[in-house]
């Protein structure tokens, strides 16, 4: 895929949310990934810079994208955050970076000042070089709205829980319509929509398996799946799903198939416990 900024990436990435041990990172890079998406919440940086290292390969033949936390946001903490970040990837760069949430919790009124003095600091790293692409994640289209109509430097990507089931069409559209990268967290809704009637029906009609369904149906919409795996066998088996294509018909059942998998997260409300 490439960026609205021209940078290239590959069409799926590695999540490493619980992705606990460099083994694992290990697995995935011998797998085939080289896209890695991580955040400082994750604590998984500085395995991926471990799994690095031991791969013998080159830093640049590795996309890395992490996100700041919701406790480090505001202009002097993000620099502070984003240099943390810099140590545990052991790195003098990150290819993406993103604001995890819009806003620190949900009683703060004045979340708009904050994330444009958050997305000042970002533009800042931006033009020294040390972040190629800056994105959002969790970001509605009204977060979004705040940073597109003030910014000097437009995201690039955003990450929203996105899977069959919870599609969020309309920020889906509006992401499309900015030519803003839709990048899917929880592509298969950890397993949520696996016992959906139309989920078993459509895996059993292309013989593949409901993980890689929901995951040719992100890629479908032009969305950016994030799988998270701990086997080899379930990496290899993921990536094959960029090789699956599903009729319209049946991307169309999906895209308007009822409600299913919602994670109980969203930027606005109190986490619902599912
Ligand atoms: N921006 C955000 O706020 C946000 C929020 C959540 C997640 N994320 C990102 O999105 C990534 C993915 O989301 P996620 O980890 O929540 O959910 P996910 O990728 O939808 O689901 C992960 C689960 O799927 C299983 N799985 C993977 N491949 C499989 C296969 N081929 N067959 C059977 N089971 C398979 C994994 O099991 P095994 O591990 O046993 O293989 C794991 O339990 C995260 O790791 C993180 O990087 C971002």
Known sequence: MTLNNGLKIPAIGF????????D?????????????DTASFYGTESLIAEAISQSGMKREEFIIASKLWKGDMGYKATIEAFNKTLDSLKTDYVDVFMIHWPRPDLTLKDWKALDLETWQALEELHEQGKIKALGLSNFLPYHAENILNNCK?????TQMEFHPGYTQAFALNYYRDKNILV????????????QDELIIELSAKYK???VQLCLAFCLSEGVMPLPKASSLEHMKANLESVNISLEPEDISRIENMPPVGWSGEHPDRVRVKI
Not at 24 to 36: D, K, L, N
Not at 153 to 157: E, Q, R, Y
């Open 15 to 22: 999540g490493t949310y619980k992705a606990g041990f460099s």
């Open 24 to 36: 694992v990172i290990s697995r995935a890079i011998e797998a085939g990934y080289r896209y890695f």
């Open 153 to 157: 430097v437009k995201p690039s990507v």
């Open 183 to 194: 990048q899917a967290w929880s592509p298969t809704g950890r397993g949520r929509v696996f």
């Open 208 to 210: 593949i398996s409901p």
